[in-house]
């Protein structure tokens, strides 16, 4: 894995906050005066209601783009990222890396160099501002019911990815499954780093949540749970919406 580092420093560009939530739609938007947007997923622990009993597994096929296909452009790749350890279990880095290649894995473009330490890592996008630095950090958000937000940029022209920030919320308990089996590591509240890691990992690319039951074992299902490592594995709705991006 080539490890060649590519920081496009430019002039930060400041967004307006007009954003909208509804109750089946992780994401809202700030539009830019210029050509940048960006985009908010919000990942949310999955609520009461959401349990609906239906017959489904990783061989389900669905899978949704953003906005038909919005992607890397050839020459961002493959994208470096920096990850903060700050306010993270021990063994973080080494799980959030694992869960980018998973994705890497299953195409034969390198989507990403490998991860890059750095505690001085800070998010942009959460701001409205773009710095061409994608992060992925742990940072408290209040509500607890936010497990993670990732923040993507990308301009409304060329229709291409430009930075994305991670954020996991440090207000949760956070752990590594090290045996991969849901084991003692996995307790109480916990969520394990690689599970969520690799669904986010997923919107960077840019795949969208998914909310359908049947969706449910699916990598991009957008609801999460403690304890919870089936995200770790993609299914064929995944491997198939990266394959549409990405050959």
């Known amino acids: 894995m080539r490890k060649i580092i590519t920081l496009l420093m430019g002039l930060a560009i400041v967004l307006s906050t007009t954003v909208s939530a509804s109750a089946q ?3 809202d938007v700030a539009n830019a005066s210029q050509d940048i947007i960006i985009e908010k997923y919000v990942h949310y ?7 609906w009993r239906v017959s489904t597994d990783e061989n389900d096929p669905s899978y949704k783009l953003f906005r038909g296909g919005v992607k890397w452009s050839s020459a961002s790749l493959p994208v470096t990222y920096h ?10 880095v ?18 990403y160099n490998y991860a890059i330490v750095n505690s001085d890592a800070q998010p942009s996008l959460d701001t409205g501002v773009v710095d061409y630095v994608n992060t992925v950090t742990w940072r408290p958000i209040p509500d607890t019911t936010i497990i ?19 954020i996991f919320n440090s207000n949760l308990a956070w752990d ?22 690799t669904h986010e990992a ?30 770790r594995s993609l299914g064929l709705g995944d491997r198939l919406g990266i394959e549409k991006l990405y050959a």
């Open 202 to 231: 997923g919107h960077t690319l840019v795949l969208d949540d998914l909310y359908k039951p049947k969706a449910r074992e699916l990598t991009m299902y957008g609801y999460s749970e403690p304890r919870e490592t089936k995200k």
């Open 148 to 166: 993670a937000v990732t923040y993507l940029a990308w301009n409304r022209v060329t229709k291409e990815l430009v930075e994305f920030d991670i």
């Open 83 to 92: 990850v903060d350890p700050d306010n993270a279990p021990v063994g973080a």
């Open 25 to 27: 739609k992780s994401h």
């Open 176 to 197: 590594i499954d090290r045996d991969g089996e849901g084991g003692v590591e996995l307790t109480g509240d916990n969520f394990d780093v690689r599970n969520i890691a």
């Open 94 to 111: 080494s799980e959030v890396q694992t869960a980018f290649e998973t994705w890497d894995n299953v195409v034969t473009t390198e989507l």
């Open 45 to 51: 622990v999955t609520p009461p209601w959401a349990g």
